[in-house]
């Protein structure tokens, strides 16, 4: 795992290389795209749905170039670290 220092295409290239596959951290000017990308999946119907340890998410895969991401949202976690409705709109 590495923190979002060392999200670069040389160490990701390493990496998978190696044969080994890794999670990264993407700076947060990078997230807006990703929530764009993630409401219009939802809204088309493209979310997988799962709970984990009682928590709800909704998951979309994100495919570009060379990388996959998955993006995870759980109503439950919005409103605790936002202090708001769970059915409220992000």
């Not at 044969?19 to 809204?43: G, M, R, S, V, W």
């Not at 996959?68 to 949202?73: A, E, G, P, Q, V």
């Amino acid at each position: 795992m590495f923190d979002a220092g060392a999200n670069t295409k040389k160490n990701k290239k390493k990496i998978r290389n190696l044969h080994y596959h890794y999670l990264t951290l993407k700076p947060k000017k990078a997230y807006e795209k990703d929530i764009d990308f993630f409401n219009e999946q939802l809204k088309e119907g493209n979310a997988e749905h799962i709970e984990i340890n009682g928590r709800h998410y909704s998951c979309v895969k994100k495919i570009e170039n060379e990388s996959t991401s998955y993006i995870f949202f759980s109503p439950e976690l919005y409103a605790t670290q936002t202090d708001r409705d769970q059915g409220e709109k992000i």
